[in-house]
């Protein structure tokens, strides 16, 4: 049986069933058991074209089972939601509706690393603008300019496009690192926690209040820890016991804390 609507000849869904009634019946019946077993049928009618159009988008990374699924739910979302009463074809309704469900998928799951979305547009011209000047210009890559312009975008965009092309994928951190005869691996270049950010921290939540010390207490422990000196030393200078100032410090100390655990809390 054939489509409910004529078909072009050579276009590659010419067995498509006839199912133009089936649909109008679907939205009759009430939900119940009859009406599961028709919509089961009508998927089952069109799972071939959603197969077809599944195998389109092989060899991209995914394979070819996972987008047979993809496609199938597609399917069943265009079951579900189409309207014969608005005069379109099934087919003309389900085809988009299918690859959008698989171009999501790409979008949504088949990224390492997410992307904007009109990054991953450009991601895909470029793809295909580097492909077509590859057998243009055998022998050498094609330069960034080439591909901008066989894309007709800017070479900003071009270069954005092309810096896409690695986020689809990533490398292990295990992997030896390009040109590198010694093993060096990408794990090689991580860096560490910085514990000078956590002083940076600390100073900058205490300054505010060392600010509001009394000069000579503001003066002791300048002293004492920006300029290095000995309690003795300290005392010496400003005139005063070594005890006072190790009093001093312990309490200015101890009141700066206080006060800068009250703000954090």
């Known amino acids: 049986m054939r489509s409910d609507t004529p078909h072009a000849k050579g276009h590659p869904h010419d067995d498509a069933p006839d199912t133009a009634a089936a649909f109008r019946r679907l939205t009759e019946l009430p939900h119940g058991p009859e009406r599961d077993a028709l919509r089961q049928e009508l998927v089952s009618a069109w799972l071939p074209m959603a ?3 599944a195998g389109r988008f092989r060899n991209r990374g995914e394979s070819l089972d996972d ?3 993809v496609a199938a739910l597609g399917l069943v979302k265009a079951v579900d939601r189409y309207d014969p009463e608005r005069g379109s074809a099934f087919e003309s309704y389900a085809v988009p509706t299918v690859t959008g469900e698989i171009k999501r998928h790409f979008r949504d799951h088949m990224w390492t690393l997410h992307v904007p979305r009109r990054v ?3 991601r895909n011209r470029v793809r295909f ?3 077509d000047l590859t057998q243009t210009v055998p022998g050498r890559a094609p330069t960034l300019a080439e591909i901008a312009e066989r894309a007709q975008l800017s070479e900003e965009d071009a270069a954005a496009g092309l810096e896409a092309l690695d986020s689809f994928t990533a490398l292990s951190l295990d992997a030896e690192l390009p040109g590198s005869e010694d093993g060096y691996a990408l794990r090689d270049v991580l860096g560490g926690p910085d514990s000078a950010l956590d002083v940076v921290v600390d100073r900058e939540a205490v300054k505010p209040r060392i600010a509001a010390l009394p000069e000579r207490e503001r003066d002791i422990l300048y002293m004492r820890f920006f300029g290095d000196m000995t309690q003795s030393r300290i005392a010496e200078q400003l005139g005063i016991s070594q005890m006072h100032v190790s009093r001093l410090i312990s309490r200015c100390c101890d ?9 954090a809390a």
């Open 120 to 122: 991953q547009d450009l």
């Open 51 to 53: 197969e077809r159009l």
């Open 255 to 263: 009141r700066l804390r206080d006060q800068v655990m009250r703000d």
């Open 67 to 69: 987008l047979r699924q």
């Open 129 to 131: 603008a580097r492909q």
